[in-house]
């Protein structure tokens, strides 16, 4: 058995040298106390990847070791949800028999919630034709007495789903339930514990802010969807059409009435804040009719381009949700220029990694 072991004694060191890290490098925008947010030590993670290796009758799940790149057998993987682990087992138990089910199959892709369903990705070099439907469909039934468990079959040009294209989370945040539809290959954050911690930050923050709130980098609503109540309206902007597809499902899921999503990227929408261009996707928008003074971004790695960064700097609160430091350092050099650091977290999305997620609230300087 190969087992992907976490040391657990070690999580408590291994979030005092980030916190230490994060404290050395933001202390220059006058930072001196983080507020830090723990994860669960072990089966924290609601998605995982896996390659798939073939050695005769045998069938596991591999990784390859990120600084040799050597191949590593995985039987059994620590950081993965409770739900992720059994599944994982379950299918290796099922597919290793099945001929049709395994020939050329290359990747297993899990993504699971609190909420109890998980949705299994198969990636195969082979057209998927009626005899592995037939297979997966049995496999389905099967499995379906015990799980809420879908699959989607990938080859070449084919995507075949048995079942949903996603998952439906249900998260507590301060008491509230709120739900969320997360499609298979599309942004989610990958620990949804500690996502509720970030949600439940930034639901704290909110509380005295007033207006409007506008959000640049949406992903499927996560923070639009928690923080509507603290505002009059909320207007929220994502590049991605699958994303933003799953923000108008999970507003009408979640009964926000005042949340209005739109397709954009965070430099197509700088464009129209500016009046250099006019977009029909902003039909039925009236940007004037909007009282922001509080605006969210939460941008992928790269952080944000200056002339986005010009457009944050304009509001009176920042919130910067970040999973990269190094390009939130940037952007705060930018924006500390008009703003102030008030408040700084960090999260530990990402245990026993180099990465941490950060959240920085940043007021309008009295000048
Ligand atoms: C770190 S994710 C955050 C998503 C969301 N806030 C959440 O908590 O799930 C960043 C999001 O930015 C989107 N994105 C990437 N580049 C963008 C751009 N130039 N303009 C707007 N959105 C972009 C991605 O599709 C992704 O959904």
């Known amino acids: 058995m190969a087992v992907i072991k976490i040391d657990t004694t070690q999580y408590d060191a291994q979030l005092s040298e980030k916190e230490q890290r994060i404290a050395a490098q933001f202390q220059r925008f006058g930072v001196d106390k983080l507020e830090v947010f723990s ?26 070791d990120q600084q040799t790149k050597d191949k590593i057998r995985v039987d059994s993987f620590d950081p993965a949800a409770p739900l992720v682990g059994e599944v994982m087992q379950v299918m290796i138990d099922n597919l290793k028999s099945c001929e049709i089910l395994r020939r050329k199959l ?45 699959f989607i079959g ?4 084919q995507k075949e789903m048995l079942g949903d294209d996603y998952v439906t989370e249900r998260l507590n945040v301060n008491g509230q339930e709120l739900i969320y539809q997360q499609v298979e290959n599309s942004f989610t954050q990958p620990n949804a514990k ?6 439940e930050w930034a639901q704290d923050l909110c509380k005295p802010l007033k207006n409007d709130l506008l959000e640049l980098y949406c992903g499927n609503g996560n923070f639009s969807i928690a923080l509507a109540g603290s505002f009059n309206k909320v207007l929220a902007t994502e590049i991605s059409k699958s994303s933003v597809h ?12 005042n949340l209005d999503i739109i397709r954009m990227s965070s430099e197509e929408f700088t464009q129209a804040m500016n009046g250099e261009r006019s977009f029909s996707r902003l039909e039925g928008i009236d940007l004037n009719s909007y009282n922001c003074q509080t605006i969210l971004v939460d941008p992928p790695r790269a952080g944000m ?14 919130i910067y949700i970040s999973c990269n430091p190094e390009t939130l350092e940037r952007d705060l050099d930018h924006l500390t220029r008009t703003h102030e650091v008030k408040r700084f977290a960090i ?21």
Not at 194 to 199: P, Q, S, T
Not at 359 to 366: H, I
């Open 39 to 64: 994860s669960e030590p072990i089966n924290y993670r609601q998605r995982a990847e896996f390659r798939v290796w073939h050695d005769g009758d045998d069938l596991f799940h591999i990784m390859f």
């Open 106 to 150: 290359f990747q297993i892709d899990y993504l699971s919630t609190l909420s109890g369903e998980i949705l299994v990705s198969l990636l195969y070099h082979k057209p998927l034709d009626e005899h592995w439907l037939s297979e997966i469909n049995a496999l389905k039934e099967k499995l379906s007495n015990k799980y809420k468990i879908d």
């Open 154 to 157: 990938r080859a070449r040009k």
């Open 194 to 199: 500690v996502n509720i911690k970030m949600l």
């Open 246 to 257: 799953s923000a108008q499902y999970n507003i009408a899921q979640n009964k926000v009435a």
């Open 305 to 318: 381009d200056t002339l986005t960064c010009d457009l944050v700097a304009n509001y009176e609160s920042i």
């Open 347 to 367: 999260f530990d999305q990402f245990p026993y990694t180099h990465h941490i997620e950060s959240g920085v609230f940043l007021q309008k300087k009295n000048i």
